[in-house]
């Protein structure tokens, strides 16, 4: 049912100057440690998904996210790293998402010096690692990619039309079979802490596959700890609340059987900044504080959000526990945002 692909477990440690400066006590689940390539939240998710993709024998991926995906550039390494043909679904940015037009970016090959230039500053970050990787790109408009499931079929049928077989992943690996890697990595952390002692259990949520594992695994093993999950999308919280609870019904079909409220899913909504994938100043101000203090690096589209509204949401007094989920790779996308603090 799994591979081994992530460097596990990966280590917690105590954040012991922001713990004083906000006085409660911070933990944090360096699951930005899971790989180098492949690091962050999402390679645990995916040693279940591209397990069954090779027990299906297919030989090509589909999945999709925004042009600096972390989750689209994991994908790209494993699947390499496996044999396996990547195909990356990526959305366009927002007008205002540092001003990318990606009709410039679906060619690659332009020979207008200025668009080149353009090419030379936009392709940074996961978008280089997934063109390095040899990733195939098939940038989407935000309309395409609203119907995306439909748009996977189009192109299923062609690429099956030559031979292939092709196995298809949802944003962010969020279904039930991803979900389960961090089902599993509750167990992880039990042998590190006492979860019992903690007060809650803060992620970032973008497609919700992430907080749904947390939280079943949390109540199959007996846990009443809070999980809080940051939304750092424009969608509101009760839409993940529904995905959450479709996700952890299906988890029963791989042994996790809980029963869980509306009530338990706490997700907030206030921290998402001005769009996704949008650092406001004070996710920036966040950033820089805890780079500074605790030379820990957050990322500008999930942790930076989760770990401001972490502190802002939290009281005095109590014993969090902060996971990860890596990103670091979007920071170069976001440098020019730097100079402004």
Known sequence: MKISLARLPTPVEKLSRLSKRYEREIF??????????????????????????????????????????????????????????????????????????????????????????????????????????????????????????????????????????????????????????????????????????????????????????????????????????INVTKKEANFFTEKVMKIIAELSNYGIRVNIEPEEIKILDDFSGPAYAVPSEADLECIKMVATMEGLILDPVYTSKAFRGMLQSSRRGQKILFIHTGGTFGLFAQAHRFLEI
């Open 28 to 229: 944090v689940k360096r699951d930005d440690m899971t790989d180098f390539i492949s690091s962050g939240n999402k390679i645990r998710k995916l040693e279940f998904l591209l397990a069954d993709a090779l027990r299906q024998k297919c030989d090509t991926v589909f999945t999709c996210g925004g042009e600096q995906s972390n989750h689209a550039r994991a994908t790209a390494h494993l699947c390499v790293k496996l044999g396996l043909k990547p195909v990356l679904f990526l959305r366009e940015s927002q007008p205002e998402q540092n001003g990318n037009s990606l009709k410039k970016l679906r060619n690659f090959f332009a020979s207008d010096e200025a668009e080149q230039s353009y090419l030379k500053k936009a392709i940074n970050g996961n978008l280089l690692l997934d063109k390095l990787l040899g990733a195939e790109i098939i940038f989407v408009t935000q309309q395409q990619y609203a119907k995306i499931d439909q748009l996977f079929e189009e192109y299923r049928e062609k690429y099956e039309s030559h031979g292939h077989k092709v196995y298809t992943i949802p944003e962010g690996g969020s279904n039930a079979l991803g979900a389960l890697g961090y089902a599993w990595t509750v167990v992880e952390m039990t042998s590190q802490l006492d979860l019992s002692e903690f007060d809650a259990i803060y992620c970032a949520v973008g497609s919700g596959g992430t907080y749904a594992g947390l939280l079943a695994g949390l109540r199959f093993l007996g846990y009443e700890t809070d999980v809080v999950g």
